[in-house]
Nanobody, 115 residues
């Protein structure tokens, strides 16, 4: 069964950190570039970061460069998003998915940045 399960979200103060995890199953994980996406209330889901299947090449949207780090562990079929220096505008539901051949979206994990 193909599945993506995100975890690690929560409520954090501005300037704080969170580490999101996405456990994948049902496909050959290392064959696929993976992405982290987010959807804020009333807005469309957008790409935040992506990583190639071998983990060697990353991409970040400008708004998170220098603050977020995407990584993966192919032995654990898991992709991570380390988020530092969080800002209120980072508040959103965060999702992972394959960058190509997108799967059905998981439930996501809520990140709320507020004092």
């Amino acid at each position: 069964q193909v599945q993506l399960v995100e975890s690690g979200g929560g409520l954090v103060q501005p300037g704080g950190s969170l580490r999101l995890s996405c456990a994948a199953s049902g496909f050959i994980f290392s064959n696929y570039a993976m992405g982290w996406y987010r959807q804020a209330p009333g807005k469309e889901r957008t790409l935040v970061a992506r990583i190639t299947g071998d983990g060697r090449t990353n991409y970040y949207v400008d708004s998170v460069k220098g603050r977020f780090t995407i990584s993966r562990d192919n032995a654990k079929n898991t992709v991570y998003l380390q988020m530092n220096s969080l800002k209120p505008e980072d508040t959103a539901v965060y999702y992972c998915n394959r960058f190509f051949a997108v799967l059905n979206w998981g439930q996501g994990t809520q990140v709320t940045v507020s004092s």
